[in-house]
């Protein structure tokens, strides 16, 4: 089947750097999103990645790697406004989206 | 402003009440869908249509109808709600993708609709 493992949550204090995981496991692949998810607000696109390697946008980098089913996203000098969910998804070979549920992140002071 | 719009934002009703959630977009996507997010399965697709009059199921489409007669808008009909429906939706739009299905680009989502069936 197909599936998709982020951890349930994680904590990270403010100015500091976090790394949250992805693991997957999909009928082909075609791709890998992350979108962040504010309490009770539509999910926003952050980053798409298809080759193995890290892709850098400001202070969020993503990185994937094909072999190994694997992507995390890695937040640099945390600020209160990035304490949200985090959701990895996969385009499997039907062009399908499959979601992960999430990994919800709180920054503390 | 490129925009997914979803109404109600909030609705409480009742077991067999029929409703309807309406959905519109003004970035003349091709690819449309539904999804539910309940808390710790994350988002789970419902229906997406890939254009006018071609409407598929994803993974959840029991006790669900869509329809697509018009390329911005993308309705979804609960016939007969019932308590296991209460959830958060999600409408979201797309280009399609070259090669057909979800493309490659960004999806963008409506607020959301927080339905709640007694």
């Known amino acids: 089947g197909q599936n998709i493992d982020q951890p349930t949550e994680m904590t990270a204090t403010e100015g500091a750097i976090v790394q949250i995981n992805c693991t997957y496991q999909?009928?082909?692949?075609?791709?890998l999103f992350w979108y962040q998810q504010h309490a009770g607000e539509a999910p926003t696109f952050l980053s798409y990645?298809?080759l193995d390697g890290l892709e850098e946008k400001g202070r969020f980098s993503s990185f994937l790697s094909r072999s190994k089913g694997y992507s995390y996203l890695l937040l640099k000098e945390l600020q209160m406004k990035d304490s949200a969910s985090y959701l990895c998804?996969?385009?499997?070979?039907?062009?399908?989206?499959?979601w992960g549920a999430g990994t919800k992140l709180i920054i503390k002071p | 402003e490129a925009q997914v719009t979803q109404n109600p934002r909030y609705l409480i009703t009742v077991t067999g009440k029929k409703l309807t959630v309406t959905c519109s977009q003004n970035?003349?996507?091709?690819?449309m869908s539904w999804y539910r997010q309940d808390p710790g399965l994350g988002l789970r697709q419902i229906y997406y249509?890939?254009?006018?009059?071609?409407?598929d199921k994803g993974d959840v489409p029991e006790g669900y109808k869509v329809s697509r007669k018009e390329k911005r808008n993308f309705p979804l009909i609960l016939e007969s709600p019932s308590p296991n429906q209460t959830s958060l939706y999600f409408c979201?739009?797309?280009?399609?993708?070259?090669?057909?299905?979800?493309?490659?680009?960004?999806?963008?989502f409506g607020p959301g609709t927080r339905l709640t069936v007694l």
């Open positions: 979201a739009s797309s280009s399609l993708g070259t090669s057909g299905g979800a493309t490659t680009d960004t999806q963008y």
């Open positions: 249509s890939m254009n006018v009059e071609v409407t």
């Open positions: 970035m003349n996507h091709e690819y």
């Open positions: 999909t009928s082909g692949f075609n791709g």
């Open positions: 990645n298809v």
């Open positions: 998804a996969c385009l499997d070979s039907n062009y399908q989206l499959i």
